[in-house]
């Protein structure tokens, strides 16, 4: 086909959102944020052993390059030139951790993904070096707590327990990085002179990133003992990094990057002190945007690196309560009970049901993270009868992602003063209608979906092509386009939510406690 028959759209933005379930491209119009082609592919989790969660950085790898080929496809079929394509963002699960050999550009060992429980004793050893055990020592530093969650303690992991880390740090040989980093690494070149480095964002999730200084903190590396020269170098969420050097958009600037979280707030138009957003992916996670100033929690909550939307621009700060298993307790139900066969079937079972019938479900698979970071506490499902069926606990499990919310939402409450009087939501399980209703039931206020839910990949693509050099996506509030909106409004009466809400608290309560670690793994003793 000639390319005068082509479609002429002006320029556009390639994103690449790598999540902990699955990889996607979007490509959208930089004028107008309209989405005009995407593909899917999920990724494997492998659970070597319990509470051990990790990924092939190699498979992860495959399934961006063959989005990309496949969108690019896709582009091509609409008649629209690829060769518009004038930027790409990366958007990615935050900490979870890899370490690969830069000459040969393999990965020495799978990737520990964030919901990993592997680095409980590591954590325990770490806080028995730490005045008082006291878990928050570095939050005004990192903004985190003491936590298996974040980078350093699985890096940690890593340099304990596998010999060929070890080696290849010795030998020089080795590289860290977060999925950003591996990534833009690998498509700018790789061993071929890729480049290695990070945004303040997902630096922020390593617990060895001053979040004041925006530098790797070389107490934190000491405190750790990690090796300052394997970390990668830390730019702002907007600018060029490096080209890409191989497929279809071979010559194509990367030029953004955010972790997952981050990403969804620009996305979603949070750029005001104040404004809020939670994002419904594997987990939870509620930010809301403090401005330039980093405020630190009375109440859970923690304090990460919102966006640095250029070289020269300043730094921004988010308040951020983070729930480790939300559409996870979905895929928990397809996969591990079987009790539906596709994640949409969930939604039917709940509809279906139209109430849990006094059955609580606290999918504490990971421990619980905010408000609580209680690593002992497991997942429980209580209050069952000989009544309760296959729809209730679909119900419950749906509630729990709502009640996990309210916790968190009550916690931001807390710490900013000004209650939010409605709640803006985005991510793969807010199609679930029945689960958005009940999110509005359970916290009394409105719940609002932009029509176009990919707010994660829309942010990355708005940070990409707003860099200096590319210059093509106007960050300036009148420039940016209004959003379609779907608003669920509570039905319930709010004794009702108490009530409810109450019994959810008494059920976490019995959650927690019940693993330690020096318990002998599978009865036959360590």
């Not at 080209?243 to 990403?263: E, F, N, W, Y």
């Not at 606990?393 to 939402?409: K, M, S």
Request: charged fraction near 20%; include cysteine; charge should be negative.
């Amino acid at each position: 086909m000639a390319a005068s028959d082509r479609m002429v759209l002006g320029p556009l933005v390639g994103s690449i959102d790598q999540g902990t379930s699955s990889t996607r491209f979007l490509v959208f119009n930089a004028k107008t944020a309209e989405l005009l082609s995407h593909h899917q592919v999920e990724i494997q989790q492998k659970f070597p052993k319990e509470g051990w969660v990790e990924q092939d950085p190699k498979e992860i790898l495959k399934s961006v390059h063959e989005c990309v080929e496949k969108a690019c496809e896709k582009l091509q079929q609409l008649n629209i030139d690829i060769t518009n394509i004038k930027a790409i963002g990366v958007s990615n699960q935050r900490e979870t951790t890899v370490v690969w050999d830069k000459t040969t550009g393999e990965p020495l060992y799978n990737a520990i993904v964030w919901l990993d429980l592997r680095t409980q004793s590591t954590v325990e050893r770490l806080l028995k070096r730490i005045p008082g055990k006291n878990k928050a020592f570095f939050k005004f530093r990192t903004g985190l707590p003491l936590s298996t969650y974040f980078s350093a303690v699985k890096l940690r992991w890593l340099l304990d327990n596998v010999e060929e880390i070890r080696q290849a740090v010795d030998d020089g040989r080795a590289m860290f990085g977060t999925i950003d980093s591996w990534l833009i690494w690998s498509l700018t070149g790789g061993k071929n002179g890729g480049v290695h480095c990070t945004d303040v964002t997902n630096a922020s999730r390593t617990m060895l990133f001053n979040i004041h200084s925006l530098e790797w903190d070389p107490e934190l590396c000491q405190f750790f003992d990690i090796p300052m020269e394997i970390l990668p170098k830390v730019r702002s969420s907007s600018e060029i990094y490096g080209l890409m050097k191989s497929g279809a958009l071979t010559g194509v600037p990367i030029s953004g990057c955010l972790g997952d979280q981050s990403a969804a707030l620009v996305g979603q138009m949070c750029f005001q002190d104040g404004q809020a957003k939670n994002t419904y992916g594997t987990g939870c996670f509620l930010l809301c945007n403090t401005g330039q100033k980093a405020v630190f929690s009375e109440h859970g909550l923690l304090t990460t690196i919102a966006y640095k939307l250029g070289r020269d621009k300043p730094v921004c700060y988010a308040l951020e309560g983070s729930v480790a298993i939300a559409g996870a307790v979905v895929r928990w139900l397809r996969d591990n009970l079987g009790i539906v066969k596709t994640s949409q079937e969930v939604e039917k079972l709940a509809a279906e049901a139209g109430t849990s019938y006094g059955c609580y479900f606290v999918p504490a698979f990971s421990g619980l993270y905010a408000p609580y970071w209680e690593p002992s506490a497991r997942g429980i499902i209580c209050g069952l009868t000989q009544f309760t069926n296959k729809n209730h606990i679909a119900f419950a499990a749906l509630e729990a992602v709502c009640f996990q919310t309210r916790e968190i939402l009550d916690a931001m409450n807390k710490d900013c003063g000004i209650p939010l009087n409605q709640l803006q939501v985005d991510g793969g399980m807010t199609n679930n209608k029945v689960l958005m209703q009940l999110q509005s039931d359970i916290l009394c206020i409105p719940v609002v979906k932009p029509s176009m839910p990919e707010t994660t990949a829309l942010g990355a693509a708005m940070a990409a092509g707003a860099a200096e050099g590319v210059g093509i996506w106007s960050l300036n509030p009148g420039d940016l386009t209004a959003v379609t909106c779907e608003r669920f409004e509570p039905q319930i009466n709010p004794e009702e939510s108490e009530y409810r809400y109450a019994r959810w608290k008494k059920a976490v309560m019995k959650s927690m406690d019940w693993e330690t670690s020096e318990a002998p793994s599978n009865g036959t003793g360590k």
